[in-house]
């Protein structure tokens, strides 16, 4: 059993349920002033990296220490009652702060619309990780910098050091970003800079292909956007991401896999040498200079894309801690990502890895 430590940003996520017996092309046909929608219910539950990739690491098996930052209020209570139906809490309490808190907007034919309050996400530093915490851990997992303002500010330097300390304490490190409001702080740093900083202390970078455009293409991004609609419907990912990949290489990460939306993953890894120098507990022979593009697979039916990224990461790292190829790895981060899509929630379509590659064995079909 791997010991993980899961870090970064938590929240509680409200999630209106709307009647499924249609779908919306775009959202004014549905929300318009003074209208009344009569919901089925809503869905609440855990959010951010630490609860939904945090909780996927322990549901598929891992020793895990999950490290989020919470206020002593409603909000706080509920997700500490949360974590604790699942065995899980030693959370880090904000007394006197709030609780972070997403509104997720899961219209039926429409990609999901987040409502986000960053709460005590904001003031989590490194220093709020005390150097105890990586006693006997093999993997270090950080997600969503850019909606924790005191982790990027100064060019990063609080994640860079939190990233520099675990490595000195020599565990396997990992980074997952989050979407950026352009008209957020984040939507103003150097992201450059940042990931220049960073990026030479992790060993696993997982974005998605949004996060990269923005930060690393403003120009590409806005053009993108500028078209409507998810910006990876029809993306040809070994021309569009695949580039990308090149540059986080040079960045300083050892391995780069991009969450392409529908276009699948793609993923490029450093040489030899890079992964020897990392000391990572792996076959260099069969992970060095490797690039592949995995496909998505189609999942049963899908409710809402909430964590499926998350919970496709935590399939992915598992694996890797399991001695899978990378290929294998990206092949079962997808299929956990298909399953996620069939539930409301990030953790309620989980599978155990087994159990995606028999499917998978058996031809599982993609899209």
């Known amino acids: 059993m791997s010991k993980i430590i899961s870090a970064g940003h ?15 092309d775009v959202l004014g046909e549905l929300l318009e002033p003074g209208k009344l929608i009569l919901m089925e219910g809503a869905d609440v539950h855990t959010g951010g990296s630490v609860a939904n990739t945090g909780l996927a690491f322990k549901l598929l098996g891992n020793n895990v220490r999950l490290l989020g ?27 006197g702060g709030k609780t972070s808190y997403s509104v997720v907007l899961a219209v039926p034919g429409i990609d999901r619309i987040f409502l986000h ?9 490194s220093a709020d990780i005390p ?54 702080y984040a939507g103003h740093v150097d992201w450059g800079a940042i990931l220049s900083g960073v990026l030479p202390y992790v060993d696993f970078f ?8 923005f930060m690393l293409d403003r120009e590409r991004y806005e053009r993108l956007t500028q078209r409507g609609g998810d910006i990876t419907e029809g993306l040809d990912a070994e021309r569009e991401a ?3 990949a090149g540059q986080l290489m040079a960045m300083g990460c050892r391995v780069a896999l991009i969450k ?21 507990h792996l076959d260099c022979g069969a992970w060095a200079d490797q690039t592949g593009i995995q496909r998505c697979f189609r999942a049963d039916v899908v409710r809402s894309g909430t964590g499926a990224g998350d919970t496709s990461i935590a399939a992915f790292l598992t694996a890797v801690l399991d001695g899978k190829t990378p290929a294998e790895c990206a092949a079962l981060a997808a299929a956990e990502g298909a399953c996620c899509v069939t539930a409301y929630d990030a953790l309620s379509g989980l599978r155990l890895l087994p159990e995606l590659e028999t499917r998978i064995r058996g031809g599982w079909k993609t899209i």
Not at 18 to 24: E, H, K, Q, S
Not at 117 to 125: H, K, L
Not at 206 to 213: A, D, G, M, R, T
């Open 10 to 24: 938590i929240c509680i996520d409200i999630t209106p349920v709307f009647p499924a017996r249609r779908t919306y």
């Open 69 to 95: 930052k919470i206020g002593d209020d409603a909000f706080g209570g509920m997700i500490q009652r949360i974590l604790a139906g699942y065995g899980a809490g030693g959370l880090i309490v904000d007394r």
């Open 117 to 125: 309050d960053p709460g005590a996400n904001d003031t989590f530093v």
């Open 131 to 184: 150097d105890s915490a990586f006693a006997g851990a093999e993997l270090f997992h950080f997600g969503y910098p850019p909606l924790m303002k005191k982790m990027i500010e100064q060019d990063g330097a609080e994640l860079t050091e939190l990233f520099r300390r675990a490595k000195q304490h020599g565990l396997a490190t990992s980074l997952d970003l989050a979407a950026i409001d352009p008209d957020s």
């Open 206 to 213: 997982v974005p998605s292909f949004e996060e990269l455009c």
């Open 242 to 244: 695949l580039p990308l």
């Open 260 to 280: 392409c939306g529908t276009g699948g993953m793609v993923y490029r890894t450093a040489d030899r040498a890079s992964f020897e120098k990392a000391g990572l």
